[in-house]
């Protein structure tokens, strides 16, 4: 007999003993490598412009912990977003649109946004974008944009250097500074607290909890876990207690988690306002553009001007390649004359 689970956490003891479904095959997520040869077999469905191996490379690297599904539905999306645009075959720019459609959503360009609303969205993702860019621990900044997308009203893309294994105490720190960019860079413009940065403090409170309680990154707690997961998996003698730590572990564990976080929000307010040129330059870029690559990031931070279209140029573009509507045939009118029955109707 031979199963197949993802959740192999609610499994029943009886299932798994010796005797059973015995022989267990971890089957993890494909790395690099495994995602290009995923992609390879895919594509092969649909035609793509060569050449074919960097698009894909590329694809593979800005995708980590994605599934073989997950794949195989961004090279369908892909070949329906180059369809739709009237290609004769899918490009670079039609594979990362729908990566970016599979993991975050469709990008919605017609939906209205408030002058106010798109300001404040500007300068939350130019924060993270430039943050991003100074800190060398984080990723690199692959893409920002403030086309609402799914439930965000804008976003700052990533592109891994490579799949991690495990995170460094560094690369954890960078990361809680980048989460906290946002509300900062809003703050600086003046304006009243707001809803917009709830999944960059959910994921830094989560982030700096792991760091705390399962990867002993305080020096108050020491190398100990305190973490819910494995204790749950694990059999073990409860003799009535029902906790697995004291009420002063967990205040302690809350204080530290705060100390964390408290300390990187203090650390990107400094680097934000000594960068405060910066985000201006790439949050008016972001206003002009409404979308910029990682290396348009770095040159406006480093006082290059950009020269590519506005997106008001763009849409002037597409209308002018546009084929004018066709004329219907009218008949010709002549002149009435005693014999005449009026004008006759084109075939057409």
């Known amino acids: 007999m031979i199963a197949a689970t993802n959740r192999s956490d609610v499994l029943d003891p009886a299932l798994i003993r010796p005797g059973r479904f015995d022989r267990q095959v971890y089957v993890p997520l494909p790395d690099v490598k495994g995602r290009f040869e995923i992609l390879k077999v895919h594509a092969q469905k649909v035609k793509i412009q060569p050449p074919l191996d960097p698009k894909l490379h590329r694809i593979a690297r800005g995708t980590p912990l994605f599934s073989g599904a997950d794949l195989a539905a961004i090279i369908n999306e892909s070949a329906l977003l180059a369809t739709l645009a009237g290609k004769d075959a899918v490009e670079l720019e039609d594979l990362e649109e729908a990566r970016d459609k599979v993991r975050w959503g469709r990008a919605?360009?017609?939906?209205?946004?408030?002058?106010?609303?798109?300001?404040?969205?500007?300068?939350?993702?130019?924060?993270?974008?430039i943050v991003q860019s100074l800190l060398k621990d984080a990723d690199p900044v692959h893409k920002v944009s403030i086309i609402p997308r799914g439930p965000y009203g804008g976003a700052t893309f990533s592109l891994p250097e490579k799949d991690?294994?495990?995170?460094?105490?560094?690369?954890a720190d960078a990361t809680l500074r980048v989460l906290c960019a946002g509300r900062i860079a809003e703050e600086l413009l003046g304006h009243d607290m707001n809803s917009g940065a709830a999944g960059d403090i959910r994921q830094a409170t989560a982030m700096a909890r792991m760091m705390i309680t399962e990867w002993g990154m305080s020096d108050q707690l020491g190398f100990v876990y305190y973490g819910d997961e494995a204790l749950r998996q694990t059999?073990?003698?409860?003799?009535?207690?029902?906790?697995?730590?004291?009420?002063?572990?967990?205040?302690?564990?809350?204080?530290?988690?705060?100390?964390?976080?408290?300390?990187?929000?203090?650390?990107?307010?400094?680097?934000?306002?000594?960068?405060?040129?910066?985000?201006?330059?790439?949050?008016?870029?972001?206003?002009?553009?409404?979308?910029?690559?990682?290396?348009?990031?770095?040159?406006?931070?480093?006082?290059?001007?950009?020269?590519?279209p506005t997106v008001a140029d763009l849409i002037a573009a597409e209308q002018g390649r546009r084929p004018a509507s066709p004329?219907?045939?009218?008949?010709?009118?002549?002149?009435?004359?005693?014999?005449?029955?009026?004008?006759?109707?084109?075939?057409?």
């Open 327 to 348: 004329q219907v045939a009218r008949p010709v009118q002549k002149p009435a004359s005693d014999g005449d029955i009026g004008p006759v109707p084109s075939p057409a």
């Open 235 to 308: 059999p073990r003698m409860d003799f009535g207690l029902s906790k697995d730590f004291s009420d002063r572990t967990s205040e302690t564990i809350d204080a530290e988690v705060k100390r964390l976080i408290d300390a990187a929000y203090a650390d990107t307010r400094r680097m934000v306002e000594e960068s405060r040129e910066k985000l201006e330059a790439v949050a008016q870029a972001l206003l002009k553009y409404e979308t910029l690559s990682g290396e348009e990031v770095r040159q406006i931070m480093a006082g290059e001007a950009l020269d590519k």
């Open 108 to 129: 919605k360009r017609s939906r209205v946004v408030d002058d106010k609303d798109r300001v404040l969205t500007a300068y939350h993702e130019a924060g993270h974008a």
């Open 164 to 171: 991690r294994m495990t995170y460094n105490r560094s690369y």
